[in-house]
Nanobody
Framework: QLQLVESGGGLVQPGGSLRLSCAAS????????IGWFRQAPGKEREGVSC????????YYADSVKGRFTISRDNAKNTVYLQMNSLKPEDTGVYYC?????????????????????WGQGTQVTVSS
């Protein structure tokens, strides 16, 4: 019953911006950690940014610090990823995931690419 649906991906030129959305249903966002992950062709999935639903605590991968911003709207049960100053190396399929572990930090979730539920992903392509 728990579902995650990503949207907002597309083709953008280097230096451009996109905002991804993750609409969640079947659970209360406040109780969990939610993260954005990406996977490029030939590479393993990596954690981009994660957030704790209860208080909004965040973690960012070094490669996106200062460029990406994760946020959540608990009333809408939605998590967003604002991506600015996009680079070609940001290209990949972006997935939203939920971690139900009560003791795992948002840093651990991203570093360990941990998730109990995953969306189908949305393609982000940064190219001129």
């Amino acid at each position: 019953q728990l579902q995650l649906v990503e949207s907002g991906g597309g083709l953008v030129q280097p230096g451009g911006s996109l905002r991804l959305s993750c609409a969640a249903s079947g659970f209360t966002l406040d109780y969990y950690r939610i993260g954005w992950f990406r996977q490029a062709p030939g590479k393993e999935r990596e954690g981009v940014s994660c957030i704790r639903g209860s208080d909004g605590s965040t973690y960012y991968a070094d490669s996106v610090k200062g460029r990406f911003t994760i946020s959540r709207d608990n009333a809408k049960n939605t998590v967003y990823l604002q991506m600015n100053s996009l680079k070609p190396e940001d290209t990949g399929v972006y997935y939203c995931a939920v971690d139900s572990s009560p003791f795992r930090t948002v840093q651990a979730m991203c570093v360990m690419t941990s998730g109990d539920y995953w969306g189908q992903g949305t393609q982000v392509t940064v190219s001129s």
